[in-house]
């Protein structure tokens, strides 16, 4: 029982951390696709903001699993 | 893997416990397992970390040193046009962010950028490496990449929050500091509600910082050796993507703890009232 509950606690944490990077990522690139269409002479100042943002909202996700492999394969 | 008998929690165990070194019942030792690790206590000390990390470290000012004694009125060679971009690079993201004056930020953002970068580069060595070579070397543990411990990245978190509070109490006096704690944002009669707000808002700082970097560079490492091990034979297909990927997390991750200490520190810099 606890070994399962290890499982769905690791499939939880990739699902939903996936589910909000997804979210994040699509509204930041499609905004950062549409000022770059209204003003293309922005483009390299709008590129070096996205990245930062999107290394913002990349951590998270991406340290969820993390946790979530290391509940997988090593506790579990 | 190193050797057969091992199974895969063992391996992913092995390889995520750092080489911890310490004092105890009177001599100094290095720790076999993380129970033995644990035991050490306070004066524990991640001896892996703490000596790559210093290596980096050292080769990093070594080369920079070594190109700016070398600097040619003339036509730039590879290596001085190479540090020439990095500097212009850094000042550029300085000058974008950072608006009050002051002489320090400048290569403080250089140094964490590319002792960073150059820790989570480390990343990029296949995970069986290191460890193997240190096996043959009698020590048990290795783990290469310094910003995989979260002793290293919460210490630079640390370093960069002190140096806000320095800051803060310089530019602001500590009437400032503390009113800018306390009467921000509902006045004067919301006092606790302030300081509690405005407390959360300054713990989690290095907080974040310090995690953020941490978690991403072992959510990696993590990655990394669930790929080695698989069968040797599928192993390239889905390390070389992966490393290709993580070429540009290891660059982002350093960029943003070194962008986000600059806005920390203009923060710091701007007086409010």
Not at chain 2, 119 to 129: F, G, S, T
Not at chain 2, 136 to 148: A, D, E
């Given at each position: 029982m606890e070994h399962a509950l290890l499982f769905i606690a690791g499939a939880i944490m990739m699902g939903l951390g996936a589910l909000g990077a997804s979210v994040g990522i699509g509204i930041l690139g499609g905004r950062f696709l549409e000022g770059a269409a209204r003003q293309p002479e922005l483009i390299p100042m709008l590129r070096t903001q996205f990245f930062i943002v999107m290394g913002l909202v990349d951590a998270v996700p991406m340290i969820a699993v993390g946790l979530a492999m290391y509940i997988l394969f090593a506790v579990a | 893997m190193t050797t057969e008998a091992l199974t895969s929690s063992e391996y992913i165990r092995h390889h995520l416990q750092n080489l911890t070194c310490g004092l105890q019942n009177g001599h100094f030792h290095c720790a076999h397992d993380a129970a033995e690790a644990k035991a050490m206590g306070f004066w524990a000390l991640n001896v892996d970390t703490l000596g790559v990390s210093l290596v980096l470290g050292v080769l990093f000012l070594f080369f920079f040193r070594q190109v700016a004694k070398s600097a040619a009125q003339g036509v730039p060679g590879g290596a001085q046009n190479f540090i020439e971009w990095i500097v212009e690079f850094i000042d550029n993201s300085v000058r974008g962010s950072f608006t009050g004056r002051n002489a320090l930020v400048a290569p403080?953002?250089?140094?964490?950028?590319?002792?960073?970068?150059?820790?989570?580069?480390?990343?990029?060595?296949?995970?069986?490496?290191?460890?193997?070579?240190?096996?043959?070397?009698?020590?048990?543990?290795?783990?290469?990449?310094?910003?995989?411990d979260p002793n290293a990245t919460i210490g630079m978190a640390v370093g960069v929050f002190f140096l806000v509070l320095f800051y803060s109490i310089k530019i602001k006096g500590v009437?400032?500091?503390?009113?800018?704690?306390?009467?921000?944002?509902?006045?004067?009669?919301?006092?606790?509600?302030?300081?509690?707000?405005?407390?959360?808002?300054?713990?989690?700082?290095?907080?974040?910082?310090?995690?953020?970097?941490?978690?991403?560079?072992?959510?990696?490492?993590?990655?990394?050796?669930l790929i080695a091990l698989l069968p040797f034979y599928v192993q390239w297909t889905l390390s070389l993507p992966w490393a290709i990927f993580h070429i540009l997390i290891v660059t982002l991750q350093a960029f943003i703890f070194m962008t986000l200490t600059i806005v920390y520190l203009d923060m710091a810099h701007q007086e409010h009232h």
């Open positions: - | 403080l953002a250089l140094t964490i950028f590319i002792w960073i970068f150059l820790m989570n580069l480390m990343d990029l060595i296949p995970v069986d490496y290191i460890p193997f070579v240190a096996e043959k070397m009698g020590l048990g543990h290795f783990k290469v990449v310094p910003s995989t009437g400032g500091f503390l009113g800018e704690l306390t009467l921000q944002p509902f006045g004067k009669f919301g006092l606790p509600v302030n300081l509690f707000l405005e407390g959360v808002n300054l713990i989690a700082k290095p907080v974040s910082l310090s995690l953020r970097l941490f978690g991403n560079m072992y959510a990696g490492e993590m990655i990394f050796i």
